[in-house]
T-cell receptor
Framework: AQSVTQLGSHVSVSEGALVLLRCNYS??????LFWYVQYPNQGLQLLLK??????LVKGINGFEAEFKKSETSFHLTKPSAHMSDAAEYFC????????????FGAGTILRVKS | EPEVTQTPSHQVTQMGQEVILRCVPI?????FYWYRQILGQKVEFLVS????????KSEIFDDQFSVERPDGSNFTLKIRSTKLEDSAMYFC????????????FGPGTRLTVT
């Protein structure tokens, strides 16, 4: 069965600092991996996704993530945090073999300090 | 930009009452989903719907739950007899295809069962 672990329920960075949000997954087949962001009182918005091909994936708002099969990881990074990045971030996995459902991690709340 | 909409944004109901949560998916999408997030917990998959039938459901989605696409635009989740533990944020999502296709999420309906 698929599962996702996000290390750190809360991460705090200073404005301009590197953002690193960690995600590890468990999957019996090559996974499809996603990062979603949720701003207060809004739905989940896709930041980026990995399906096949290039393992470094670029998304919106300057975020990127690298799929590392050997480490079963898909960590999210951004070189320089902005105040507007403060939100909750969710890593998710999907396996076509098991249908379309997304299995989410517990989420990481990112706080950006000025 | 097309978006998924959900109504109401907040629903309060008494235990044992029936509730219907409504969603309007993006018009050319083929797959529809319901997820829920109990406060402080992970976003959990409930059900997926394709070609006018349930394609997958979780163990949470028991006989108290049902889904319907009554008119080709709305997608509804009905809870027949609500329990206190049904209190959660319910998210509707839609996608053009399966597997690696992005799921587009609505803003959610917060259901409070008293």
């Amino acid at each position: 069965a698929q599962s996702v672990t996000q290390l750190g329920s809360h991460v705090s960075v200073s404005e301009g600092a590197l953002v690193l949000l960690r995600c590890n997954y468990s999957s019996s087949v090559p996974p499809y991996l996603f990062w979603y962001v949720q701003y207060p009182n809004q739905g989940l918005q896709l930041l980026l996704k990995y399906t096949t091909g290039a393992t470094l994936v670029k998304g919106i708002n300057g975020f990127e993530a690298e799929f590392k099969k050997s480490e079963t990881s898909f960590h999210l990074t951004k070189p320089s945090a902005h105040m507007s990045d403060a939100a909750e971030y969710f890593c998710a996995v999907s396996e076509a073999k098991y249908g379309n459902k997304l299995v989410f991690g517990a989420g990481t709340i990112l706080r950006v300090k000025s | 930009e097309p978006e998924v909409t959900q109504t109401p944004s907040h629903q309060v109901t008494q235990m044992g009452q029936e509730v219907i949560l409504r969603c309007v998916p993006i018009s050319n999408h083929l797959y529809f989903y319901w997820y829920r997030q109990i406060l402080g917990q992970k976003v959990e998959f409930l059900v997926s719907f394709y070609n006018n039938e349930i394609s997958e459901k979780s163990e949470i989605f028991d006989d108290q739950f049902s889904v319907e696409r009554p008119d080709g635009s709305n997608f509804t989740l009905k809870i027949r007899s609500t329990k206190l533990e049904d209190s959660a944020m319910y998210f509707c999502a839609s996608s053009p295809g399966q597997g690696f296709d992005e799921q587009y999420f609505g803003p959610g309906t917060r259901l409070t069962v008293t």
